[in-house]
């Protein structure tokens, strides 16, 4: 568990424990990173502002109008959770795509299968992947087509998922480090800085090995 | 392993960290923003190679905003005291193509790098995966990393490939069979007589698209192969006795008997050169077949794979061969070393370039440009029409210059085919460099066996 009398070195991240939210759908399989943020888009130096181009050949046409037919234009599915499709964020480890949701405003992601280092980099922008049954997230999306004001709950604490109309809830999977550090706003790096002198030991003893 | 943290990640001690201007100028800024020095600056080296431009590299970078970014890679390794090949260097080139022939790879290693192809390095027997910045940021500061423990599967191919057929075949053909999410989660390792009897670079390759199973890495158990490799090598930064380092890497193996979450086997000789039709790693067939009706056995096609014919410009059930092709790009950390050169040029030799076709020869490294010069490969590139460019990862993901028109068609060498990958509305065609070389003297999709010289 986390050393709670940790030194803060940096200002702490958003925290994340309910959130009650409409969601917006993407129901296609295989979102790679690419299509979350295009190459061309990861020449910045700094964290912000990828929100803009998220989806971006998706969101726009060649000539740069928007398309209207690609969910983000569509005024009535808004909301801070995106429920995409199986096996979401595949591809380049970018973690550019990560800041780009989170930019855009989502907080949680919802799908029945995310790839590793785009979960993984989720976790560490206070991001939350969710993770839920095909079957649901079948339903989930079906409700949301349906009816745009369809909303959910998250519970981060409880590891509850919740449609709300529905009542729906699911229990979703997260590592009890990863938990801790979302609802504190903590992140890795205070807590293996507090881990140094271990670090060196664990190198000393290893070079005597060799 | 430093420590295992209950119910969480392990914290992973990591031996070698790689780094580029894309993946790390966020994280150096989170360094300053906390004011702390990078911990262990020895074990990281650092290449540009993403953005670079692949032809006049001696003059400033147009584009300003890659230019800011590789000037920026510059100043932070300066700062920190990192190692930096930067461009024009003699060592410079695409990081997972550095990596093993600087001899920064070795058995046994933990390797990390902000880029998924990172698994690439598994072919040497190292645990080596792709991270995000933020986890850049954390080795940077503390030469570790949190990570969960992966599931482990082993991958067996057994047999002999046919002529014509490459490692690059051999892993489209396992994701094909597997899908891009066939290996999320596991760590696999690779076996089998398929396997064992391949060079260090064919390894390289099979290594560098396990990512593009989904898995977080790859790995081969170092052997002969991998000894003798090593031994070449002028020299290996830090190892100065070689028999001892030696005798330590040949302990590296999976321990009899070990037990896999999953186990797979496939047969060579059911293998036939490979291309993609549609727009993930997984959507590939062999270059004789059609493409498939449905991805769904028996049943009407999903969203995704009609979405993804629309944007090729496919009908299911269409015969790929003989389809016309625009450009052929031969390069990356999938396919840009030195074998996959001498395999393009054997092929074209004595043929000359088609007229429809672009061609975008790019070498993996500085190295393998000068081998490629010392071997006469670039002649005969030359003669049959082809232009030679410099270093860099150019089309593969096509942050600079070199990107392939909107609706045009790419045979490449790469690793990914995703929608606007090489450029927005290109259309990527995953394959071999035989298939590549194939497509490129006859301007159409072709099966490089027809053309094989012997």
Redesign the interface.
Known sequence: ?INHTLKI??MPKEKFEILESTCVPL????V?T??II???F??????EGFGENLFR?WRYS?TGEKNSDFILNKSEFKGKVLVA???FG???????A?WAIFDYGFRAVVSS?F???FR??SL??GLLPIIISEELLKKLHTLIQNDPSTKVRIDLEKQTFTILPTGDVARFEI????KECLLKGL???D???S??D??TV??TN?SMV? | M??S?????D?L?IDRHYIHE??S??AF??LK????PV?RPERTIATAD??IPTKDQHLTIR?E??R??VE?LAENCKTYGIEYFGLNHSKNGIVHVIGPELGYTLPGMTIVC???HTSTHGAFGTIAF??????V??VL????I?Q?K?KKMKITINGKLHKGVTSKDIIMYIISEIS??GG??YFVEFAGSAITSLSMEARLTICNMS??M?A?GGLIAPDETTFEYLGKLPSIPGVKDFEKALS?WKTLKSDEGAVFDKELVFDAASIKPMITYGT?P?MGIAVDASIPISDVKGNNP???FI?SLDYMGFKPGMKLAGHPIDYVFIGSCTNGRIEDFRAFANLIKGKKKAANVTALIVPGSKLVEELMKKEGLIKIYEEAGFEVRQPGCSSC???NEDKIP?GKYAVSTSN?N????QG??ARTLLASPLTAAAAAVTGKITDPRDLLND
């Open positions: 568990m070195t940096h129901p296609l399989e295989n790679d690419d299509q295009p190459a061309r990861l020449s910045a130096t700094s964290r050949d060649k499709g199986k096996n595949s591809g380049s480890s970018r973690e550019h990560v299968f790839a590793d280092i993984n980099n560490n922008n590592n009890a480090y990863k992140d890795d790096i807590f293996l800085l881990m140094k271990q670090i664990y190198e290893k060799k | 430093v420590r943290i209950k119910d969480g990640p914290v001690y894309v993946t100028p966020q800024n989170g923003q906390r004011g702390i911990f993403h953005n584009d905003l890659s800011n970014q920026r902000g880029d998924s792709g991270i995000g910045t933020s986890e940021e954390m500061a503390s030469q570790c949190l969960p992966p891009t999410a999320t989660g990512i593009e989904g977080r330590g993930n997984g999903s969203a995704s979405k993901l096509a942050m909107v990914r995703f929608e606007g990958r927005p509305g």
